[in-house]
T-cell receptor, first 111, second 115 residues
Framework: SQELEQSPQSLIVQEGKNLTINCTSSKTLYGLYWYKQKYGEGLIFLMMLQKGGEEKSHEKITAKLDEKKQQSSLHITASQPSHAGIYLCGADMNRDDKIIFGKGTRLHILP | DTGVSQNPRHKITKRGQNVTFRCDPI?????LYWYRQTLGQGPEFLTY????????KSRLLSDRFSAERPKGSFSTLEIQRTEQGDSAMYLC?????????????FGPGTRLLVL
């Protein structure tokens, strides 16, 4: 079973539109990480959230961790072609510093 | 460039051959992680080091896999008697583990194809 569920699996949006990606677990997430991956390349760190209710923003990307620390969302405002790629959420679920990843959300931006 | 580097970036080998990958972490990062990623999946933890000590190995890491970090700097991952199921992207990450939560920074990966 997948401990960390991401939705949607893939997303196609028109350039300039907003979008949201979700990451859900039945367990407490002690550290929640968002990474971006270009096809066939390594992971680029975006943000890390630790506290319930925490929210962080970088440029047009905002990530939130819910109060129960079991769900996170990644929101992109006014999407651009450069936002295309695979977004991966990962979490420390056992307080052992090992990251368990979801399967990723594939984002395509239409010009 | 002071990020995590991995070599080679691509490797094609025949079944039964041995392969070795290298990872150079960010300077002064004391932790180094290896992950494996197959198509359509997120990365899966394989093993990690704190300095030169290998602290944990996943059950995914069969006896054919061995990893070292001899001087607490770069690391190597060797796969002996490769099988077609070993075809994957092998990712390395490093972090500076102090008090509090660490962030892992990933390298570009080594893509392995076993024919």
């Amino acid at each position: 079973s997948q401990e960390l569920e991401q939705s949607p699996q893939s997303l196609i949006v028109q350039e300039g539109k907003n979008l949201t990606i979700n990451c859900t677990s039945s367990k407490t997430l002690y550290g929640l990480y968002w990474y971006k991956q270009k096809y066939g390349e390594g992971l680029i760190f975006l943000m890390m959230l630790q506290k319930g209710g925490e929210e962080k923003s970088h440029e047009k990307i905002t990530a939130k961790l819910d109060e129960k620390k079991q769900q996170s969302s990644l929101h992109i405002t006014a999407s651009q072609p450069s936002h295309a790629g695979i977004y991966l959420c990962g979490a420390d679920m056992n307080r052992d510093d090992k990251i368990i990843f979801g399967k990723g959300t594939r984002l395509h931006i239409l010009p | 460039d002071t990020g995590v580097s991995q070599n080679p970036r691509h490797k094609i080998t025949k079944r039964g051959q041995n392969v070795t990958f290298r990872c150079d972490p960010i300077s002064e990062h004391n932790r180094l992680y290896w992950y494996r990623q197959t198509l359509g999946q997120g990365p899966e933890f394989l093993t990690y080091f704190q300095n030169e000590a290998q602290l944990e190995k996943s059950r995914l890491l069969s006896d054919r896999f061995s990893a070292e970090r001899p001087k607490g700097s770069f690391s190597t991952l060797e796969i002996q008697r490769t099988e077609q199921g070993d075809s994957a992207m092998y990712l390395c990450a490093s972090s500076l583990a102090l008090a509090g939560r660490e962030t892992q920074y990933f390298g570009p990966g080594t893509r392995l194809l076993v024919l």
